[in-house]
């Protein structure tokens, strides 16, 4: 169900402990079961505790459409953090919802990631012509640089038969 791109962002905010993960349950003192999607379980009494991710996943599963907002309210999770969680592509706002993320270049709500398909589409224009002109650049900086050697060698070669 999870992508690997996600679990290796989930590693890395766990690693991070962005996500405020329990380590033990307080009850038996053991450490605790990562179950997947911010949930982990105690394996001695089987009782469940969530991180900040887990909590905001609940929260919006029984909540479609609340606002970031709201939920912060409810969870106590910081709004930048759960951007941070929307960002990601680790959780997506669901349909027809009052969305609360905007395209950075245009602005236009948006339900995952950090642009709107057309400014996704433009970036990935950009990049691909940005690419294009360093690749030329490379090549003339190839041929600069053959030339050059060439022209030392000669000129070595020139003064060693001297
Ligand atoms: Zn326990
Ligand atoms: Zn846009």
Avoid: W
């Avoid at 970031?68 to 941070?84: D, P």
């Avoid at 002109?133 to 190839?142: F, S, T």
Wanted: hydrophobic letters at 30%.
């Amino acid at each position: 169900m999870r992508s690997s791109k996600n679990a290796q962002m989930y590693l890395k905010n766990k690693f991070e402990n962005i996500y405020h993960a329990p380590d033990r349950c307080p009850d038996c003192e053991v450490m605790l079961e990562y179950n997947g999607l911010g949930e982990y379980k105690c394996p001695k009494c089987g009782k469940i505790y969530k991180d900040d991710f887990g909590r905001v996943r609940e929260y919006l599963d029984e909540h479609r459409g609340a606002t970031v907002t709201e939920i912060a309210s409810v969870t106590g999770v910081q709004e930048t953090l759960i951007t941070r969680m929307l960002r990601d592509e680790r959780l997506e706002v669901a349909e027809g919802s009052k969305t609360f993320l905007a395209c950075e270049a245009c602005g236009k709500p948006i339900r995952s990631g950090y642009y709107c398909d057309e400014c996704a589409q433009i970036a990935a224009a950009a990049k691909k012509k940005r690419d294009k002109e360093n690749e030329i650049l490379d090549r003339k900086d190839l041929i600069r640089g053959l030339g050059k050697a060439m022209n030392e060698d000669d000129g070595k070669k020139r003064f060693e038969r001297r």
